[in-house]
């Protein structure tokens, strides 16, 4: 940083200064006077009335609000170029180019000028930060700018508010099945077909992946033109209004005026429907019906609407980060033997950016997380170790398992065996009245009308016997695929507790362990349970070095409970 041989050098306005300009846009659609172009014209004339300012950069938000400068890209390598010493003067056109948030404002302000020593310079407001009523004149004026951002934003709700009443379309209207021409929908009939194919086949008891299937067969486009299927788009098409001829509005909102965070409302309930002036393509009793059949599919939690499965990996469910975030899954890489690797991030760190990013920026890091991604195959090498220092007795587990089923096994063929028994049993006497009434009719012994009603008799009762016999052999096995299930369920319960493959089954990890936090890098908090009468216990790993040598050391309650150092290289 320049040192200066006196204050009055300092704080001279015409000493040599390197500057650098900040403007921001926040739509296309502002005025000309705010328009990018124009404001980058405004700045060059300004360079043009100081030739003590030497240009070192420009920095520019374009389309971006003004409400949060965590947001803004150019503002944040701005910073990060400030921080370099880079340059000393920022010239932004007026306080509410620079930030509509009075803290903000005042927060980076005093940023550069006590960390970095950059001073900045508002055009149009004359505030200079450096000057000694520089702060007092920017608190008012950013308090006016953050003002006016309130009265926009209320000015903005009321419009939409008129907009939504008078059935406004709101987007691109890029939506299948229609084609928007100025303020109205017009049907194309290509894709409403595709629509109602979509509303069909789901009434006939199709799922969304099989409709995806079909679709994909049948080569129909979407609404981009591209044969692409997914079930959540399937999913959003039979949800949306439009195609009954109605405007669903409040399905997301701004948080605040600061922030302006989009939030998505899913609490369908509270949906403002307006009829819209355009044709609908499902007739709206059958869209109703689709709806019901959705709700009856949903489960309900409160006002929050759970409708997708729980995720199928096993780590997804388990893992919580100490900062109480969930885990979002990315791929890796593709291992030379064909195999994906997978690692675990925490959501903070994906929404909001890491600790370090954070601090790095000037950001504020109070409560975000500095976690690292958790590498798929460390999640499986401590899930073996755990399990395996508390279930010692898993052979004996498994014996007795095997017992218990042999034992129903064997008793369920028993009583299976003598059902069959009688059923043989019965179809032999009927045999033998058929034979003696054969004899007594030869003998004289009964009349003809009287045989003929016998001999009907009993060959219907030996028919139904024959009939649930054989039925009763297709429905249960014989003793010798008894004893061949028999063999295939000890050979699952023998594998069930192969403790030298690469990971474990997911249900044995789903049934031992109940959650995995890590609390650093290295150091993961585990909690099991043995059984569902037993309490949840917590054991801490560590672990230690790459995979083709890792070290894990295992604590419970601060008792060593064993180290692990393997050079297998068998965990991928």
Request: net charge positive.
């Amino acid at each position: 940083m320049k040192e200066y041989s006196s204050i009055s050098d300092k704080m001279n306005p015409n000493r040599p200064r390197r500057i650098v300009f900040y403007g921001r846009v926040s739509t296309e659609h502002e005025q000309q006077l705010s328009a990018l172009q124009n404001q980058m014209q405004w700045y060059d004339d300004q360079l043009k009335y100081h030739p003590n300012w030497q240009l070192e950069n420009k920095y520019i938000d374009e389309g971006i609000t003004g409400t949060a400068a965590k947001k803004r890209p150019a503002f944040l390598q701005m910073m990060e170029d400030a921080k370099n010493g880079e340059f000393d003067l920022i010239v932004t056109r007026e306080v509410c180019r620079f930030a509509r948030n009075t803290v903000d404002t005042l927060v980076y302000t005093r940023k550069f000028k006590n960390e970095y020593g950059i001073e900045v310079y508002f055009v149009e407001d004359n505030i200079w930060t450096m000057d000694g009523d520089g702060e007092l004149r920017l608190t008012i004026m950013a308090t006016l700018a953050q003002e006016e951002s309130r009265k926009t934003s209320e000015r903005v709700r009321a419009g939409q508010m008129v907009s939504r009443q008078n059935g406004v379309l709101y987007g691109n209207g890029n939506i299948l099945g229609y084609n928007r021409e100025g303020d109205t929908y017009i049907i194309n009939e290509e894709q409403a077909e595709t629509v109602r194919l979509i509303f069909d086949m789901y009434k006939r008891g199709f799922g969304l992946t099989k409709i995806c299937r079909e679709l994909t067969k049948m080569q129909r486009k979407d609404a981009q033109g591209n044969v692409k299927w997914v079930a959540s788009k399937v999913g959003r098409i039979l949800k949306r209004s439009t195609y009954k001829g109605v405007m669903a509005y409040n399905q997301s909102h701004v948080n605040n005026y600061l922030e302006q965070k989009r939030i998505n409302n899913n609490d369908r309930d509270t949906y403002i429907y307006v009829k819209g002036d355009f044709p609908p393509i499902i007739p709206p009793e059958e869209w109703d019906l689709v709806q019901e059949i959705l709700r009856s599919k949903t489960n309900m939690l409160s006002t929050r609407k759970i409708g997708k499965k729980p995720s199928q990996d096993i780590w997804l469910r388990k893992l919580k980060c100490i900062c109480g975030s969930n885990y979002r899954k990315n791929k890796w890489r593709v291992n030379k033997d064909g195999r994906d690797c997978y690692g675990y991030q925490c959501y903070n760190q994906v929404n909001n950016g890491s600790k370090q990013f954070r601090e790095k920026n000037g950001l504020d890091t109070e409560g975000f997380c500095d976690i690292k991604m958790i590498a798929d195959w460390k999640l499986d090498l401590m899930a073996k170790e755990v399990i395996g220092s508390i279930w010692h007795d898993r052979t004996e587990s498994v014996l007795e398992a095997y017992q218990l089923i042999s034992r129903y096994i064997v008793e369920d063929n028993s009583e299976q065996q003598k059902k069959a028994n009688e059923l043989r049993e019965g179809i032999s006497k009927l045999k033998n009245k058929l034979e003696n009434l054969i004899e007594m009719r030869t003998e004289n012994e009964i009349s003809k009308s009287e045989y003929m009603k016998m001999k009907t008799k009993f060959e219907t009762q030996l028919s139904e016997l024959r009939t649930e016999l054989d039925v009763f052999k297709d429905e249960h096995k014989t003793p010798n695929e008894f004893k061949k299930e028999l063999a295939e369920i000890k050979d699952i319960l023998d594998n069930a507790i192969d403790f030298s493959q690469p990971t474990l089954e997911n249900y044995i990890i789903d049934r031992f362990i109940y959650k995995v936090v890590p609390v650093s890098n290295d150091r993961f908090k585990w909690f099991v349970r043995l059984s569902d009468d037993s309490p949840i216990e917590e054991i801490f790993i560590g672990i230690e070095g790459r995979k083709n040598n890792p070290k894990v050391v295992l604590k419970k309650d601060d008792i060593h409970l064993a180290t692990i150092q393997s050079n297998t290289g068998c965990y991928r």
